[in-house]
């Protein structure tokens, strides 16, 4: 593992409780079988892969990402323990929410990324900044902060 890497994983435990005492929310979500490349959630989103477990053909079985110390892992589609890719089953069960600074700077990084605008970012009378979006393995993502 190169050494900057390695740095932030190391960072990511001791800051963010990866040490199995303080618990922490890990989402992982499904990707398609043989997926290479997850620069979406790098362009968009300014994620840092931390750790990739790949196939023997290069694909990727896990990838551990984070997105400003908040870690997620995209793991390869395995319908024998019912964990389906969205796009092919046509729909989600959960949105992700992501807490941001600006709203549109990170909308307006997204679509051109590859993700599909579903609703554009506009104030809401509870408090919220929103919009939505669906990334190219079709998870909906609401981007959004608190106004």
Known sequence: MEGSRSTIIQNHILNYGMNNTTPSLVPVLTIS???MDVDFY???FGAVELRRWSNDDGSIHVAEMEIDGAMFHLHE???ERGSL???RHNG???TIGLM????DIV???????GAKELSPA????????QGDIQDPFGHRWMIEKVI
């Open 100 to 103: 941001v600074p600006d709203v």
């Open 122 to 129: 506009k104030d809401y009378e509870y408090g919220y900044r």
């Open 77 to 79: 589609e395995n319908p």
């Open 92 to 94: 989600v069960t959960t």
């Open 42 to 44: 790098k362009n968009a």
């Open 33 to 35: 079988n043989g997926t």
């Open 85 to 87: 890719f969205p796009k």
């Open 107 to 113: 909308m307006a990084r997204a679509i051109p990324a």
